[in-house]
């Protein structure tokens, strides 16, 4: 059985199909990248997978039960946990404090949660800032913080929107690290994605949204080669810079 399987999912906006007829499964354990321009409905499927705007048609099953449209609480506490492109966090928590609210999904007990938090808070790098509030931190520890409340719930499946945008390179491979390090932890992972150099390396598999239709799956190897992904998405100048001539 698949960890999870998105069959059919369409979502419209008025006349506006964001995701039409999109299918595909993960396996547990993975880390699956999902790409695609601007506005090819790569969030809208995260909100549908998540429980955050009802589906048109199709189904999401997670562990083999249906999903479809449940509550974005049922879903994270069945174990599906996501993060929001534009930081959700709470201004007037501390760094702490915002991770306790992913733990306290799961127990009421603060004591566990603060026992949590801080578990969370070491793994993502941010236990220094533990009683900052999180209107002091900058961007970069805003989108660790981000992950880290997202990882406080106990996700079996994390699904990461644009956690590495308007990182500089340094922040990027603290990113990356943190990827690999929440997968070591058996934690499987969708990632959304425009930086290429970060994602390429640690994707499994690679699924690419255009127009809210998938146009293409596979390796990064495949995807990076792939004449229509090219077109529709990396563009010219990935090509001259990744592509290797044979012979
Ligand atoms: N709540 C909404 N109401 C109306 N239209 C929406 C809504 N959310 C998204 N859309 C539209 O659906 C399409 C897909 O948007 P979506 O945010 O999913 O794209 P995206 O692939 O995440 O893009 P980006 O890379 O810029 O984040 C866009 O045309 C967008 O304007
Ligand atoms: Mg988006």
Known sequence: M??????????????????DSVSFTMEEGEIVSLIGPNGAGKTTLFNCIAGYHPVDSGEVLFRGTRITNLRPSAICRAGLARTFQLVKVFTALTTLENVMVGALLHTRDTRTAVKEAFAVLELTGLAPKACFPAAALTIADRKRLEVARALATRPKLLLLDEVMAGLNSSETKEAVDLVRRINGQGVTLLIVEHVMEAIMPISHRILVLDGGQKIAEGSPEVIGNDERVIQAYLGEKYRAKHHRPAG
């Open 2 to 19: 698949s960890l999870l399987e998105v069959k059919n999912v369409t979502k419209r906006f008025q006349g506006l199909v964001a995701n």
